[in-house]
T-cell receptor
Framework: NAGVMQNPRHLVRRRGQEARLRCSPM?????VYWYRQLPEEGLKFMVY????????ESGMPKERFSAEFPKEGPSILRIQQVVRGDSAAYFC??????????????FGEGSRLTVL | QQPVQSPQAVILREGEDAVINCSSS?????VHWYRQKHGEAPVFLMI?????EQKGHDKISASFNEKKQQSSLYLTASQLSYSGTYFC????????????FGKGMKLTVNP
């Protein structure tokens, strides 16, 4: 059973370009969470999605960031007009049901974005 | 409100014990512990729910004191494989879906 797959693992962008990060949850998981991790920092919650719905985006910056989880295909975290401060590791996690019930998140290995 | 973890880093010899603390300024519903090795995905260790329970598996156990709004993770007779960064994630409201993680405690276990 494949784990949570994230791609690309590493992404380099110049300031002003767009970054698209993809996350395929574990088979049978319909709940996806995105977290951002800065060096020497913890995981900061960004957004929680279920298929075709954004449930909680309270951790998303108001501008330039968006996320989706379409009926078919992976979840995508999109960052427009990237700035140096967006450089970080972005982790996706999935769970089979609402995490409040199971407690466990299954994390991918992350996508490391570097903005030049 | 981000929980505070202490200590920030520990270096142990194989076989020694360690305690990692996680404190919150808010009342907690649950505390979740994860371990992340360098360059890898965080891996779930355990969850403790409101009620002051203690859990454990193998030589890793944890306690949750809701009155003190803190949890502790106990690593007994540490093994080389225990090296990594340990994060606590806290939930201040049941069913909130959102875990707030601390900055982590980096553990290095040497032979």
């Amino acid at each position: 059973n494949a784990g949570v797959m994230q791609n690309p693992r590493h992404l380099v962008r110049r300031r002003g370009q767009e970054a698209r990060l993809r996350c395929s949850p574990m088979k049978g998981h319909s709940h996806v969470y995105w977290y951002r991790q800065l060096p020497e920092e913890g995981l900061k919650f960004m957004v929680y999605l279920q298929k075709e719905n954004i449930i909680d985006e309270s951790g998303m910056p108001k501008e330039r960031f968006s996320a989706e989880f379409p009926k078919e295909g992976p979840s995508i975290l999109r960052i427009q007009q990237v700035v140096r401060g967006d450089s970080a590791a972005y982790f996706c996690a999935s769970s089979p049901v609402s995490r409040a019930n199971t407690g466990e998140l299954f994390f991918g290995e992350g996508s490391r974005l570097t903005v030049l | 409100q981000q929980p505070v973890q202490s200590p920030q880093a520990v270096i142990l010899r194989e076989g020694e014990d360690a305690v990692i603390n996680c404190s919150s300024s808010k009342a907690l519903y649950s505390v979740h512990w994860y371990r992340q090795k360098h360059g890898e995905a965080p891996v779930f260790l355990m969850i403790l729910l409101k009620g002051g329970e203690q859990k454990g598996h193998d030589k890793i156990s944890a306690s949750f004191n809701e009155k003190k709004q803190q949890s502790s993770l106990y690593l007994t007779a540490s093994q080389l494989s225990y090296s990594g960064t340990y994060f606590c994630g806290t939930e201040t409201q049941g069913g909130s879906e959102k875990l707030v993680f601390g900055k982590g405690m980096k553990l290095t276990v040497n032979p």
